[in-house]
């Protein structure tokens, strides 16, 4: 195996070979190697090693094991403990210095606080310490079975991936089918991402494996074509399949020629296990017994830990696995030189464990997983690992099993995997657990249930609570099992269970949670009369000062948001401003949702100071639904704002959580969100596959009008207006089936306007916006009113009447901060004034359009202005900005700091992103603000 040779791979090692070099000078990349056990993708993952050490970066390795994939962060540990432990103590400091602080506990149990799954602050931290390490050196970090790898381990990947173009660091992950679906879903997320290259190497060809056959038999003679055929057919041209074959062979002597071709066919599907079986009978019994010890363990045991499960000397140990080594069934890592008891016991390949652990019989094989919880709780094992043998043994009644099972879940919720702390919980209520701790166990297993937004989180809510006997509690775990099940589109489930829980809440904090929580479940449940009734009477209720309180009033003002009522807009500023309702933890926080889903509808500037400490909060705790929800509504809002790249990195970030944690509530809004972004830049494309994103979400999501909405204006661009207007009335109908007619959010009357006007309808389109503009009046919100403003002005063409909303449209949108309407409002008026009047003061409206469309970076809207200037017979110039106004809000955050001495490194970590998206903020900066150096923003910002 290891000393096989390497055939028809010169396209993967020159793709290596690239990737690896471009990485290690600071592009970082993903190289994602797919293909059967035994095609080679273990000697592709050496090349990759000697090609890193050649370009002098710091390689280090994991190996996926069936074993430890409940393990916390189990591959990450693999990868970076031994470098971290034995670096020194000033140098361990440096990696762990700044934002890599949160990554200890993953490295560390005994370092840090309880963390929660999932964790943002985790995962950035380790981000960080990649990044620290390789800052010094660059890295390449080598996994292989990958199909093994725990849950917390490939979302920190699929984290990092984003990332790398940031850094000198080469990820190569090796990985086979056979995978869990949630493990493939992973894979196949890290494996679309722009950062990512796949390798699939193939099977070799006739000739290629008759070069290794002959290889093989290079001492005796030829091998003859007949033979080299049966034997590719026999085993597909899998290189490790074939060499094992010919090693099998050669030692039963079997020659290389035609008259031995049925021998072939009859060894062939068991190459493997007939050559372990051989090599295992040339060996003494101590060699048997330890191959049965690490095969029982895992990969990477050390020595005298599997003495102690085999019953050997350690003498007898060493000389065991000289000669499994020797017989290459056993490989040895070194972790100290020199000392043969500090060395790791591996296998040479997966298929070759399996093997060995599959000729145990069930009695033995139970008793072996006994054993070595008894071996690895006397050597001091952390208890995961005694767990993961836990796992493979039935329920006994054991107290001590339920002890050891309980702190391995919370080992691993301190490192941020609920994952691992799920399925050790799981097993430790099957044991079971004595009476009088049977309570905690299924809260704490309901709570990791919780955080993966799992539906395994209902069941021990449910028992739960029919051991609780506390009222409080009760209602409590009521209003939990609501939010798991309305966060897994359960709707009807939810309000059966919130229903039950207001009727036991004992106090008004409780209460309020329990009614923001029927709210929010109502509001997103089509066709529901309760939701108007239960809102008036919740709105009756006086206003208090509790959590419970602030979230009633969330949800209150989202409701009438939805109705267009501005009443709404009053209660969720209260509820903005409710210190114990924000200070939720941020998993719970999802709740503020109808506090900026109303202030962005309004335009009111506070939605985005409270999304800033929201995202902020959710950093720490690591709440990806908070994260989720937030960065999807900060990233809505600063598109309102024109703030188009500061709003693509928010729904990307979004985005990236949906898939990575599956929180399926936010998809269809991030896709309609991210459709507007393309649309606003003219992408139109990316828009379509934005939308059919946010479509994948199962059950009903809530914001299908959203969808639709985004739909019908990409249609009516694309020049579908027949089309986009069937696609307005029916995200009407859906907003309506929700209670919605606020025109400041699901604007479809002037859509429809829009595309009636184009089909030659124009009476029916002047009905649809003069109908908008009143809601619109009501409302009061610039940024609808203005729209509203713009469409009656174009359904009415270049009339007074038409002029005169144009105009007026102009006007309130020029006052307000809503930027991509405020263009759209100046071309349309501009157009309009120089058709009717060719007065020059058509082309200054123009003008100003333009340069508002540079400066929120759409070059689809300027070049839209310039056209429509150039039609006026006007020149255009070239369109400019500058000065602090002209700073995105991430521009202007990264010069502020820049500005009071903080480095780049600094900056990034505070902000929680990448040096080199700091980098480009401060060049544009820089240019904007017409300086060199950071010498010079102090001065100017503080003007």
Request: some cysteine; glycine content about 8%; proline content about 5%.
């Amino acid at each position: 195996m290891a000393g096989s040779i390497l055939l028809e791979r010169e396209y993967e090692i020159d793709v290596l070979s690239r990737r690896m070099t471009s990485a290690l000078n600071g592009l970082g990349s993903l190289i994602l190697i797919e293909g059967e056990a035994g095609v080679g993708k273990t000697r592709l993952l050496e090349e990759a090693r000697a090609l890193a050490r050649a370009g002098g970066a710091r390689t280090l390795t994991a190996y996926g094991s069936e074993m430890e994939r409940d393990f916390a962060f189990g591959l990450v540990r693999q990868l970076l403990e031994p470098a971290l432990v034995s670096a020194p103590a000033e140098l361990r400091a440096d990696w762990f210095s700044g934002a890599a602080r949160a990554a200890r506990p993953v490295v560390d149990g005994k370092q840090g606080s309880q963390t929660s799954s999932g964790d943002f602050a985790v995962l950035h931290g380790l981000y960080w310490c990649v990044a620290n390490m390789a800052s010094t050196q660059p890295l390449a970090l080598l996994i292989d079975d990958a199909q093994w790898a725990d849950a917390p381990s490939l979302r920190f990947l699929m984290f990092l991936v984003h990332r790398l173009s940031d850094i000198p660091v080469a990820v190569v992950v090796a990985s086979r089918p056979g995978a869990d679906a949630a493990t493939a879903r992973s894979l196949d997320v890290l494996g679309v991402d722009a950062a990512t290259t796949r390798i699939r190497p193939r099977p070799l060809s006739l000739d290629s494996s008759g070069l290794l056959l002959n290889e093989a038999f290079r001492d005796e003679r030829p091998a003859e074509v007949p033979f080299i055929e049966a034997c590719h057919d026999v085993t597909g041209g899998n290189p490790l399949l074939l060499e094992q074959l010919a090693r099998v062979m050669r030692a039963e002597g079997i020659e290389p020629v035609r008259e031995n071709i049925g021998r072939v066919v009859d060894l062939g599907p068991q190459a493997v296990s007939r050559y372990v079986a051989g090599r295992l009978a040339e060996l003494p019994e101590a060699a048997h017994r330890l191959a049965r010890a690490v095969a029982v363990l895992g990969d990477g045991v050390r020595p005298d830990v599997a003495a102690r499960q085999a019953g050997l000397s350690p003498e007898d140990t060493v000389q065991a696995a000289q000669h499994l080594t020797l017989v290459d069934i056993f490989s040895m890592e070194s972790v100290a030189r020199g000392n043969p008891l500090e060395m790791r016991l591996k296998f040479t390949h997966p298929l070759v464990r399996a093997t060995v652990y599959g000729t145990l019989d069930p009695d033995v094989l139970m008793s072996a997983h006994i054993r070595a919880v008894q071996v690895l709780e006397a050597t001091g094992a952390e208890a995961e690992k005694v767990g993961a043998h836990l796992l493979s043994i039935p329920p006994a009644g054991s107290e001590r099993a339920v002890t050891v099972l309980r702190r391995a879940a919370d080992d691993a919720l301190l490192r941020g995997s609920p994952d691992a702390a799920q399925v050790h919980l799981m097993r430790a209520l099957a044991e079971p657990p004595p009476r009088e701790q049977r309570l905690d166990v299924l809260l704490q297993l309901a709570h990791c249930g919780q955080l993966l937004n799992d539906d395994r989180a209902i069941g021990p809510l449910r028992e739960a609570l029919t051991l609780s006997a506390s009222p409080h509690q009760r209602a409590m775990i009521r209003a939990q099992i609501g939010s798991a099940l309305f966060f897994l589109s359960r709707t009807t489930e939810a309000l059966q269970i919130q229903r039950q829980g207001m009727r036991e809440a004992p106090d008004e904090n409780t209460r309020g949670l329990l009614a923001a929580g029927m709210l929010s479940t109502l509001a997103f449940e089509p066709n529901q009369p309760a939701l108007f009734a239960y809102t008036d009477e919740l709105e009756r209720l006086p206003p208090h000062d509790s959590a419970g309180a602030g979230a009633r009033d969330s949800m209150i003002a989202m409701v009438r948001t939805w109705q267009g009522r501005p009443e709404g807009i009053a209660r969720a500023r209260r509820a903005g401003r409710n210190e114990a309702f924000m200070a939720m933890p941020s998993n719970e926080l999802f709740l503020a949702l109808g506090v900026w889903h109303t202030l962005i509808t309004a335009d009111d500037e506070e939605a985005q100071a409270s999304l800033e400490n929201a995202i902020a909060d959710a950093h720490r705790d690591g709440s990806v639904r908070a994260l989720t929800a937030a960065f999807n509504h900060r990233g809505w809002g600063r598109l309102h704002h024109g703030h188009l790249d500061d709003a693509e990195a928010d729904l990307l970030s979004a985005m990236r959580a949906v898939e990575e944690a599956n929180v399926h509530v936010g998809r269809a809004f991030n896709g309609a969100f991210r459709a507007e972004l393309h649309i606003a830049r003219g992408r139109y494309a990316e828009a379509q596959a934005a939308l059919e994103w946010g479509r994948l979400a199962p059950g009903n999501p809530g914001a299908v009008y959203h969808l639709l909405m985004s739909q019908a204006r990409l249609l009516r661009l694309r020049g579908q207006a027949d089309r986009a207007l069937q696609t307005a009335l029916q995200a009407g109908r859906s907003f309506a089936s929700c209670g919605g007619d606020n025109p400041a959010l699901i604007p479809w009357r002037s859509e429809a306007a829009v595309n009636l006007h184009r089909l030659g309808r124009v009476d029916e389109a002047r009905q649809y916006a003069e109908q908008e503009l009143v809601s619109a009046r009501r409302w009061g919100a610039p940024r609808a009113l203005g729209r509203a403003l713009r469409v009656v002005g174009l359904a009415y063409g270049g009339t007074p009447k038409g002029l005169a909303a144009l105009e007026e449209s102009w006007t309130v949108l020029s006052a307000s901060s809503a930027r991509i309407e405020q263009i759209d409002s100046g071309l349309a008026y501009g157009a309009a004034l120089w058709r009717a009047t060719g007065e020059v003061s058509a082309q200054e409206v123009l003008r100003e359009a333009i340069t508002l469309a540079h400066a929120c970076g759409s070059a689809h809207l300027v070049r839209v202005g310039i056209d429509a200037l150039k039609k006026t017979g006007a020149r255009p110039r070239r369109p400019t900005v500058s000065g602090p106004d002209s700073l995105t809000p991430s521009e202007a955050r990264v010069a502020r700091l820049a500005a009071s001495g903080a480095s780049n490194r600094e900056i990034a970590q505070e902000l929680f992103v990448s040096v080199k998206t700091v980098e480009v903020h401060l060049t544009n900066s820089y240019r904007k603000l017409g300086v060199r150096q950071r010498a010079e923003l102090q001065e100017i910002l503080a003007d």
